[in-house]
């Protein structure tokens, strides 16, 4: 499914049943960090050189991960539904234990001041077998991200002055 602009659901499914082991720490793990809870403390849960790359900002390694989720704290974000929409492991070869790849889709609300807006989301997550994660693509209205420059090399600059500026500046959450 790639529709834009979908509806909050009126029952959404926050997991699947059949969700393996690796899945449901990824899960665990997204849910804590778009939940205003950051990225857990607990080792291994992301992996060092993790990815996050939405439409603003591109961070990498797992100090500007932590970062940048730290930070979305000050919007006090609120998950309203979240749906696993793929789950998928894949084989991996030789030493290379495979992967999980998850498709999610996210309804958050999150607030500007006395000001709440509410954001419908893609996340294409990539993550180790065991499920510490290596890359999180947030697509907003699961519109794909613009890969040609400039728009990739202004995301990169925008996520490395975000982490050192919300590192500096935003100290009370």
């Known amino acids: 499914r790639s529709e834009l602009k979908r509806k909050l659901p009126e029952q959404p499914r926050s997991t699947r049943k059949d969700t393996c082991h690796g899945s ?9 960090m778009y939940g205003g ?28 991960v932590r970062e940048a989720f730290r930070a979305l704290k000050i919007m006090h974000p609120q998950t309203l539904a979240m749906e696993v929409i793929v789950d ?6 030789g030493e290379d234990k495979g992967s999980i790849y998850m498709e999610i889709d996210l309804w958050q609300q999150y607030r500007l001041g006395p000001f709440p807006f509410k954001v419908y ?4 997550v ?13 697509r907003w209205q699961n519109a794909g991200l613009l890969r040609f420059q400039p728009f990739a090399a202004v995301r990169r600059v925008n996520g490395v002055l975000s982490y050192h500026l919300t590192s500096l500046f935003i100290h009370f959450v």
């Open 37 to 64: 809870k950051g990225v857990p403390s607990e080792e291994g849960c992301v992996a060092p050189g993790v990815v996050f790359e939405d439409p603003a900002a591109k961070v990498v390694t797992e100090p500007e």
């Open 88 to 93: 998928e492991r894949r084989a991996g070869e």
């Open 121 to 124: 989301s893609r996340l294409v």
């Open 24 to 32: 449901s720490t990824v899960l665990k793990t997204i849910s804590a």
């Open 126 to 138: 990539e993550a180790e077998d065991v499920g510490s994660i290596a890359r999180v693509e947030e």
